[in-house]
């Protein structure tokens, strides 16, 4: 099967409003008179971010989502995306129709479609650049947050950290529910889209927490210039990562420092926050609060008003 | 250096309005009234479409370039781009300095900026995702020629090809000044910028050619549903180009078929195509007429009346 088959077979039926069925040379966004189009690009990359016999569907679907949670995290509704595709020469027809189900069921469930990409041969990487729109001049910053705000945080934090650490081969003794619902998480992560456009207006600063909930507010505080004071015992934790790392401080700077979650960190007034926490209760998703604003610098992890020393905040590529 | 160094260090001073410095999780474009955004993604891998020691900044150039020419060909001015670069553990900081100012002379050369991207390990790659403006609806699509039309192209064909035969070991023959012109070209092509614009309303079906001038012309065939008959000896071919592989038939076809000449061949009627092509001349470019469109399918390359057999119309990545 040649680049222009694989195209036809398994894209082109992705394909929205704008992207020609993929058979021009470029996707049109048509202007939405008061919007502002929000662009952002995510690559993951077997080994890295996933392992080579995860499902093709599930690999899909997170490519997708570790984008989709950046459109969130910034307020915007997503539109679409482009797929770059590096393929080993070994891929199956099968893989790429797994691969194709997966995107095409997240494209459903979060309402944007494919508009174009570019396939060519390498290390499976896929990268995803997502389109989303927001209010005029309202995409959520991260050098809003002003001292007197508190901090939130979406959902839980550290599951896919500690699903990670179970696929290397950590928590032998977990039981099989919990171990699922770990590894699910790292394989799959669930943002918090609904949420997304609904912190426009509330949220004065936000990030999706990518590479780390210590490191995603470091780059709040710093572009900030602020202090952010995290409760350490505040940080919601599932029962299935208690089980696997504990309850200490060790157990919370794990969960804080590893990443990969996808969740989404703000600062808000307390009152505004107060709204959306309510309509996230009724719809299903967790929105707790974590600490405050101030004056100052950096951020800082606070167990029993005691400072935690940080010694990683979070992953690096390199 | 870290990613977040490597970034603020090489990239950040590149970047425009919308792209916050690189210092948030997404960039902003905001909408121009009357204009849609056109949006092509493009990839350039060492050893597939540069050598390991060629010159950064022509690297950087190149993997732009490849990325407007597609610009140019459906008739936007370009705005801005993303990047996502893998590189592999050895690249040095003298390769990245020179890599970025080759992108910030381009920058200042076509009129755009950066607005984010994505950096990882890997296999030296660039994949850059580029944005234009079309008045709107105006985006020249693949799919409206029509008979009565005829097919032009801008500049010359072959030039690129004919220097990556070079870089293979070909045209010991040729003199210093040839090899380094033909070299040139595929090291660095030249898209016909300032006449994209200028074919909006023109234009009827346009392409750039990647691919190589008769699989990219069979592209618009397919799409528009209609003959091209293309006069094999009107292919405009320089001087270099000839003295690498003779003026025969088989010459002819290696250049209409090498592809990386990143030119833009379109269809128009003829009296719309001649105010273009008076005002390329006096900018310098040229527009050549090449064929004509007719009622049937598919691209016919004639020599003296014949059609000549083309067993490989271009490049194709797998």
């Keep these: 099967m040649n680049e222009f088959e694989l195209i036809a077979r398994f894209f082109s039926p992705l394909s929205g409003a704008g992207a020609f069925g993929l ?19 995510d690559a993951i990359a077997e080994g890295a971010d996933f392992f080579a016999d995860d499902p093709a ?24 995306y482009l797929l770059n595709l590096s393929l080993p020469p070994d ?42 729109f927001v209010p005029e001049g309202g995409m959520i910053r991260r050098d809003g947050a002003r001292p ?25 003794g977990l039981d099989a ?15 918090p ?16 927490i990518s590479d780390g909930l210590v490191a995603d507010l470091a780059h709040v505080a710093r572009a900030s210039g602020v202090r952010l004071a995290i409760e350490a015992k ?7 990562l208690r089980a696997l790392w504990g309850d200490g401080a060790e157990a919370i700077l794990r969960a804080a420092t590893a990443g990969d979650d996808y969740q989404i960190a703000f600062t808000a007034a307390a009152d505004r926050a107060q709204e959306v926490m309510v309509e996230a209760g009724r719809n299903g998703t967790t929105v707790t609060r974590i600490g405050s604003v ?22 690096r590529h390199f």
């Excluded at 101030?294 to 992953?315: D, F, K, S």
């Design 91 to 132: 891929v199956t027809e099968e893989w790429l129709a797994r691969f194709a189900s997966g995107l095409e069921a997240d494209q459903r469930r979060y309402g944007l479609s494919l508009l174009g990409g570019d396939t060519g041969r390498g290390p499976l990487t896929i990268i995803i650049t997502a389109f989303g």
């Design 234 to 240: 505040a940080i919601p934790r599932t029962t299935a």
């Design 148 to 172: 007197g705000d508190d901090v939130y945080v979406t959902g839980t934090v550290g599951d896919s950290g500690g699903g990670l650490a179970l696929c290397r081969g950590d928590g032998k």
């Design 57 to 80: 569907d599930g690999v899909a679907k997170k490519a997708l989502r570790v984008n989709l949670s950046d459109l969130a995290a910034k307020g915007a509704a997503p539109f679409g």
């Design 23 to 41: 058979k021009d040379d470029a996707a049109v966004i048509p202007a939405q008179p008061g919007f502002d189009l929000v662009v952002t690009t």
């Design 193 to 208: 889209m609904a949420l997304g456009p609904r912190l426009c207006g509330v949220a004065r600063a936000s990030v999706d």
């Design 294 to 315: 101030t004056a100052g610098e950096g951020v800082a992890l606070l167990l029993n008003g005691e400072e935690l020393a940080v010694p990683r905040p979070g992953y």
């Design 177 to 191: 529910e919990q171990r699922a619902f770990l590894i699910g998480h790292y394989r799959l992560p669930e943002p």
